[in-house]
């Protein structure tokens, strides 16, 4: 009965120690594997066997990008002020071989190494410099420390200054600066509304100056093609009043010849034309000799009548 129990026991403590060697890797996940102390292999994603009391997982490796926040470090500029930057850093593990024995401590080496980098950029640039050129910065970071890291088989990805953060004394200046730059910036913008509404209000009376000069223009104009309009119907009346009156006088004398009148009566129609043209106004008329002829045989006439009536 002793027997059976150690038998079982010892199977029991076989299965647990085959089954303890039994392992599955997560996906953006990687096991180093060292044999007797020296390194064996590097499992991937999936299932994996060990040798039991030989192999043992040395180190689990995270390959997805991760990020690190260090502190703020002080820098000095070229100009001999001190600020404190902090940075942010995007990187990921490409070698899990090289980052498990490349260096001791990768995270601290890679914050040594951003503090030491970013102090050298800095001082290559003055205050003004610093605080504009975040992005040649950054750049300039990346590119070393991605050089730096490539024996520890990291990636770095992005590199980002996080906060500047100039002196007390810097920054009560800046914001000094800047209220008055506000403050000159609104002088301008009110100066130039107001320069802008000047230019308006005189353009404005400019054209309603134009346009009254030019509506002065069409009235004269339209004025003077009234009055033009009116002489011409006025000399068109006249001219058809005297039409119409020689057509009269010609229309008369023709109707007397027609009638058969002779000399005489012709002669007396003229005579009564120049009466009609005295019209008691003349006060002195010459008649021809024909007319005062006839004009004498005329009053003969009515003498001779007058004395048979008698």
């Given at each position: 009965m002793g027997?059976?129990?150690?038998v079982l026991i010892i199977l029991i403590i076989a299965a647990w120690i085959l089954i303890s060697n039994?392992?599955?890797?997560?996906?953006?996940?990687?096991?180093?594997?060292?044999r007797l102390g020296a390194y064996q292999c590097t499992w991937s994603v999936g299932f994996h066997v060990k040798a039991p009391?030989?192999?043992?997982?040395?180190?689990?490796v995270l390959l997805k990008e991760q990020v690190v926040d260090f502190a703020p470090q002080p820098v000095i500029t070229k100009d001999n002020v001190t600020m404190?930057?902090?940075?942010v850093v995007f990187y990921q593990i490409t070698d899990p071989k090289l980052y498990a024995y490349g260096v001791e401590n990768p995270l601290m080496a890679i914050e040594n190494l951003t503090a030491t980098t970013l102090r050298n950029i800095i001082g290559e640039l003055e205050l003004d410099q610093t605080l504009t050129s975040r992005e040649t910065i950054n750049t300039k970071m990346r590119a070393s420390l991605d050089e730096a890291t490539d024996p520890w088989g990291i990636k770095v990805n992005r590199v980002e200054l996080k906060n500047i953060i100039p002196?007390?004394?810097i920054q009560n200046a800046m914001e000094k600066q800047m209220k008055a730059e506000r403050e000159r910036r609104e002088a301008v913008t009110r100066a130039e509304g107001e320069k802008k509404a000047s230019v308006t209000v005189a353009e404005g009376k400019k054209e309603a100056a134009i346009l009254?000069?030019?509506?002065?223009?069409?009235?004269?104009i339209l004025k003077a093609e009234a009055q033009k309009e009116k002489m011409i119907r006025e000399a068109e009346g006249e001219a058809e009043a005297i039409l119409?009156?020689?057509?009269?006088k010609a229309d008369g004398i023709r109707m007397?010849?027609?009638?058969?009148?002779?000399?005489?009566?012709?002669q007396m129609k003229s005579l009564e034309a120049f009466e009609k043209a005295a019209d008691g106004k003349a006060t002195k008329i010459i008649i021809p000799s024909e007319i005062q002829g006839i004009a004498g045989l005329s009053t003969s006439i009515k003498e001779v009548l007058k004395d048979s009536t008698n």
């Open positions: 027997g059976v129990v150690l039994f392992r599955v890797v997560p996906q953006a996940h990687a096991y180093i594997i060292e009391f030989f192999d043992k997982i040395a180190r689990k404190r930057i902090d940075t002196p007390a004394e009254e000069a030019e509506a002065e223009k069409q009235s004269a119409k009156v020689q057509q009269a007397l010849k027609e009638a058969g009148a002779d000399t005489a009566v012709l």
